[in-house]
Each structure stands twice: as C-alpha cells, then as structure tokens.
C-alpha cells in the first residue's frame, strides 16, 4: 500500500529556513517521480520541486531557495527551504507519479500525503 508522510511544517520568520520530509512507503523511490506541491488558502496547488532519479525540478518562485533531495535507504525525500517568505506560506504535500516522467500538473499524481502547513510571519 503506497503511503506518504509529511513532516517538518511550522511557524518561521522570513528569511528564515525549514527541512519538510516526506516518509515513503509500498514503493521504492526509484522508480517514480517524487513531487512537494503546495496550497495556499484560495490558490490554486502549486507544484514547486519534483526529483526523478537524480534529476531536480525547481518552479521560478523558488528556484535558488529550495533544494529537493532525498535518501533512497530511508525513502525519504526532503524539501530543504531557505529565505522563506510570506508567500511561501501554504500547506505542503509530497505526492507520487504514476511513473518516473517529469510533471508538475497534479493530475499526473495519485498519491498523495496529508499535507504539513507552513507559515511564515513575523
């Protein structure tokens, strides 16, 4: 059974930095496109950072500010987010491709986690 868990959310102040993780289980990394997505509150989910294999996927809102990585022993993938901004503010969720092609529209994901709220304030 394929399974997502986020973790890592909270309140930081701008400029400031989170690690969002996204615990995978059922499924080897490997083989599928791993993706953090993220919703604001009357927004549209916004893809922002996919990793398929070794290749990275950065959206231009936080190209230079946020590093994709993951750890194929733990499958885990992680969001590595610095400089943050208000705007950055949203719920986070990690979701996972039907195969390893490279995609930032969410209907190309069914799986998805619950989600981990960040919020960036002064």
């Known amino acids: 059974q394929v399974q997502l868990v986020e973790s890592g959310g909270g309140l930081v102040q701008p400029g400031g930095s989170l690690r969002l993780s996204c615990a995978a289980s059922?499924?080897?990394?490997?083989?599928?496109?791993i993706a953090w997505f993220r919703q604001a509150p009357g927004k549209e989910r916004e893809g922002v950072s996919c990793?398929?294999?070794?290749?990275?996927y950065y959206g231009d809102s936080v190209k230079g500010r946020f590093i994709i990585s993951k750890d194929n022993a733990k499958n885990t993938v992680y969001l590595q987010m610095n400089s943050l901004k208000p705007e950055d503010t949203a719920v986070y969720y990690c979701?996972?491709?039907?195969?390893?092609?490279?995609?930032?529209?969410?209907?190309?994901?069914?799986?998805w986690g619950q989600g981990t709220q960040v919020t960036v304030s002064s």
């Open positions: 979701a996972r491709h039907r195969s390893r092609i490279v995609s930032f529209s969410k209907y190309d994901y069914p799986y």
């Open positions: 059922g499924f080897s990394l490997d083989y599928y496109t």
């Open positions: 990793i398929s294999g070794s290749r990275t």
